[in-house]
């Protein structure tokens, strides 16, 4: 397992990734950074426990929409 040291929102992470899977971890890295970068800059919430949360929320509501798309495709 590899270990990659990361920023999202502006917060130093070291994160376990299997070996080969570099480039697919820094592109979830970019969406839960701009994701949360971009609840932040809204002004609604400042709490970094809140913004994570609802940044979850939508990244996990995107991946449900695909989901249910290809499902659908494959009818």
């Given amino acids: 397992m590899k270990q990659l040291e990361v920023q999202i929102m502006g917060q130093s992470y070291v ?3 299997p070996e080969g899977g570099e480039h697919h ?8 950074d ?6 932040r800059n809204e002004g609604k919430v400042k709490v970094r426990d809140r913004i994570a949360v609802l940044a979850a929320l939508k990244l996990a509501f995107h991946v ?12």
């Fill in 15 to 17: 994160l376990g990734c």
């Fill in 25 to 32: 971890m820094l592109e979830a890295v970019e969406r839960v």
């Fill in 34 to 39: 701009t994701a949360m970068c971009r609840i």
């Fill in 64 to 75: 449900s929409q695909g989901a249910a798309m290809a499902e659908d495709l494959g009818r």
